[in-house]
């Protein structure tokens, strides 16, 4: 949002009438009304209320509303509370315009508080109305406020789910025999296990990705994408291609099988003998693919793609490193988690180690073997992995 309004910008504001961005208000409008049309603007887009102008379009001035109203009704009437801007515009001598700004917020959904009740709403073109269930999912989905891995997927259902995978789950706690469970208790077990979204009652994201019988179906992204190369850099000529989906401990498993059975071993012959020259271990390319499954960004169209080349191995994914940790962290084993259900998950199946200690394993096996270091090299829409031999 740009700066103070002059008088020439409040009129052609005016003369424009009320849009996705301006909502116009008289100085007797309500505490809560106010909070509704600052709620709106902070869960879709910025915005302006401008107090002292009615519908037809004239300014009749505001006496009411000064910074200090302003300020208390977003503090104490939206949840959680935000920090507006304010001016008075001072449109000529008896008729002031209260203009109170409010940016797109980053801990969406942000509520009108009414007592103890709590109404959700967003901005579609000139009114504010209530989110329906799926717009208030999806604003859920863009906040931080929640778990990456534990957000629902829209459309999704409890048939999504497989149900050998899902007995396999709990067939070591005595205290649950899921199989004799009824509907509801079945649901409320998985709700606990946080397979299933409270509020949808569908699969979350984790839920679907680690239990799912086919989760590309939903979320056609979270795949492996694996092309083999004869050369030390991508070309039109293929090797091998696969595309792997499934549940996340397949997809590691696959997507690592695909680049073992496609490294091939160099040599040189020395002699009469012909020495292989090192390369890194089944469990380093294991380890690679499970990172990135592990902690990609899910809310990122497109999938994890995984390069083999003659000289090294490239694992892209989605999103850049999370919460701040550099690569130079995560070599010293530094990890912070964008996913923790999917790293606990492949952790119980033993595919990853979930101390951490994965990326600076790799760095050791390198020197151990004489190899080049690995490289990570992070963006803020990518993160890759290259290992070498």
């Known amino acids: ?131 329906s269930q799926e717009e208030l999912i999806r604003l859920t989905q863009a906040s931080g406020a929640v778990a990456a891995d534990l957000r629902p997927v829209i459309g999704a259902d409890l048939e999504d789910l497989d149900p050998a995978l899902l007995a396999h789950r709990f067939e070591d706690l005595r205290s649950i025999q899921y199989g004799a469970l009824g509907q509801e208790d079945r649901e409320r077990t998985l709700i606990a296990a946080e397979i299933l979204h409270p509020e949808t009652r569908g699969p979350t994201v984790a839920g679907l990705l680690c239990y799912g019988s086919n989760p590309e179906a939903r979320m056609p992204h979270a795949t492996v994408v694996c092309v083999s190369y004869p050369g030390p850099a991508p070309s039109r000529e293929i090797v091998d291609r696969a ?16 680049i073992d059975r496609n490294t091939a071993r160099a040599s040189t012959v020395e002699g009469i003998t012909r020495e292989e020259t090192p390369r890194p271990s089944l469990e380093t390319f294991r380890e690679i693919v499970a990172n990135a499954v592990a902690h990609r960004h899910y809310g990122i169209a497109g999938p994890i793609q995984v390069r083999v080349l003659s000289d090294r191995v490239e ?67 990518a993160t890759e992995v290259s290992v070498y031999w």
């Open 1 to 131: 949002m740009s700066g103070p309004l002059t008088r020439d910008d409040l009129a052609a504001l005016i003369a424009a009438g009320e849009d996705s961005f301006t909502e116009f208000k008289e100085s007797a409008t309500t505490p809560s009304d106010v909070a509704k049309e600052m709620c709106a603007f902070a869960n879709t887009a910025e915005g302006r209320i401008l107090i002292g102008v009615d519908d037809d379009l004239q300014i009749v001035g505001d006496e009411e509303w000064d910074e200090e109203r302003a300020m208390n009704v977003a503090r104490t009437s939206i949840d959680p509370p935000l920090i507006p801007t304010y001016q008075r515009l001072i449109w000529e001598e008896g008729r002031e315009v209260a203009v109170i700004g409010v940016e797109e917020g980053p801990e969406k959904p942000y509520a009108r508080r009414m007592g103890e009740s709590r109404h959700y709403y967003v901005r579609v073109g000139s009114t504010s109305r209530q989110a």
């Open 243 to 258: 595309d792997v989906g499934g549940p996340i401990d397949r997809q590691v498993r696959d997507a690592a099988a695909f």
């Open 315 to 381: 694992v892209v994914s989605p999103g850049g490193l999370p919460n701040g940790v550099t690569p130079a962290a995560m070599r010293l084993g530094v990890s912070i988690r964008r996913n923790e259900f999917l790293v606990q998950h492949l952790a119980r199946l033993g595919i990853v180690d979930a101390l951490g200690r994965g990326i600076a394993l790799l760095y050791e096996e390198a020197a151990s073997r004489g190899l080049p270091e690995p490289r990570i090299h992070a963006e803020q829409t």
